[in-house]
């Protein structure tokens, strides 16, 4: 079998053929010829279209490397989050979530309370999830947690929730398959904003759900036939032709991570710094056994929030920006949207593919500006 990187450029493409482009062009349409009989792939577009097709096969052989599985794709994070939520529970079902994950998840919570679903939650770290299983019908697990940056034993996670009759769904955003594949960990369902790192280009909103189990494959198609919450063709084909790249920008990124990471422990004004793969962090060795890569993203906390705004606004190479994973360095200071139990210092960075020497002299630049 290849590695990641071999598979990632090719992964998805169609047979070699005679004068036929090595990567189909994006397929712009809502309905497809059908004579007759209801019959073959492709009828109406919400419910196939072959770029989706070259697409969600690649994500499939990233997933689950040389295994039957699949996928499907959907038009944001939120939407595949949600499908596997709201397809997998019934009124009267109990659904534990992280108390410490996506921003979003409260809202979540909300609805599908008011579907008569008893949601529990538990932290990330230390595994506190285990607790909340008895007569669950779903787990969904956030690791590493965004913004926290903790981490759960996934395998342990997932053989006490098969224990009890549970299904798990990860969601994999903040690592991608080539930083952890959650199926390989035993989960039933590997799901992420593709928004993020894997498309990493901060120009496309999209989400995937891969399982191995063809069941829960239909439920989750059905659901996405209901909701429509379907990609464009065009986001779809952007996404594909980002995949190629994948493995060298984590590779690149990540490397910044830990460089800056490296470079903000010895800083007096920086506390609580989270990086997976600093040997000191609490996730380090969790993360060794079960991650690939430990990722793009750091977490720390400066003095106040004056500080930080002024970190923030004196960063050339660093956009004052939600959302992680790209090319281009983004930062914020994540107390501002309200949501995450974090200080009003704390502040959420995301490496990008900038020279590492570049990168790390404008922070401590940055950093030297910003002293109160
Ligand atoms: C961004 C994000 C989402 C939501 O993804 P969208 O593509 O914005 O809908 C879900 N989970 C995590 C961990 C995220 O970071």
């Not at 990187?5 to 090719?10: C, E, H, I, K, L």
């Not at 996506?102 to 285990?130: F, N």
């Not at 999209?206 to 919450?229: C, F, M």
Request: proline letters at 6%; a negative charge.
């Amino acid at each position: 079998m290849t590695g990641d990187g071999t598979r990632a450029v090719r992964a998805g493409l169609p047979e070699a053929a005679r004068n036929e482009p090595t990567m189909p062009g994006p397929v712009f349409a809502a309905h497809f010829h059908l004579p007759g009989e209801v019959a073959g792939p492709y009828t109406y577009g919400r419910d196939g279209n072959p770029t989706w097709s070259g697409l969600e096969s690649a994500l499939s052989e990233l997933e689950a490397p040389g295994e039957e599985a699949g996928t499907l794709l959907f038009a944001s994070g939120m939407a595949a989050i949600s499908a596997v939520l709201f397809s997998q529970s019934r009124s009267g079902d109990t659904v534990v979530l992280p108390s410490d994950g996506y921003q979003v998840l409260p809202l979540v919570r909300e609805q599908l309370t008011a579907y008569g679903v008893t949601v529990r939650t538990a932290p990330t770290g230390e595994d506190a999830q285990l607790d909340a299983l008895d007569g669950a019908r779903l787990l969904w697990i956030e690791s590493p947690s965004n913004p926290g940056l903790d981490v759960c034993d996934i395998r342990r996670l997932v053989a006490a929730a098969h224990e009890r009759g549970a299904l798990v769904g990860v969601d994999n955003t903040l690592s991608t398959p080539l930083g952890q594949r959650p199926l390989d960990l035993g989960a039933d369902f590997s799901v992420a904003s593709d928004t993020k790192a894997l498309t990493g280009h901060g120009d496309v909103l999209l989400g995937h759900v891969t399982t191995r189990d063809p069941a829960l494959l239909e439920g989750v198609r059905r659901w996405r036939k209901i909701i429509g919450a379907i990609p464009g063709p065009m986001e779809t084909w952007l996404a594909h032709r980002s995949l190629a790249t994948l493995p060298l920008r984590l590779d690149r990124q990540n490397a910044n991570a830990l460089a800056l990471a490296e470079a903000l422990r010895a800083r007096p004004e920086v506390s609580g710094l989270r990086y997976p793969g600093l040997p000191e962090d609490p996730a380090h060795k969790l993360a060794t056994a079960q991650m690939l890569r430990y990722g793009t993203v750091l977490g720390f906390t400066l003095p106040s929030r004056e500080h930080a705004e002024r970190f923030l606004a004196r960063a050339r190479l660093v956009e004052d920006a939600t959302s992680f994973g790209g090319v281009r360095s983004t930062a914020e200071r994540r107390r501002r949207w309200g949501g995450d139990a974090v200080a009003e210092g704390f502040v959420r960075f995301s490496a990008g593919a900038e020279d590492t020497e570049d990168l790390v002299a404008d922070v401590l630049r940055a950093l030297d500006e910003s002293e109160g």
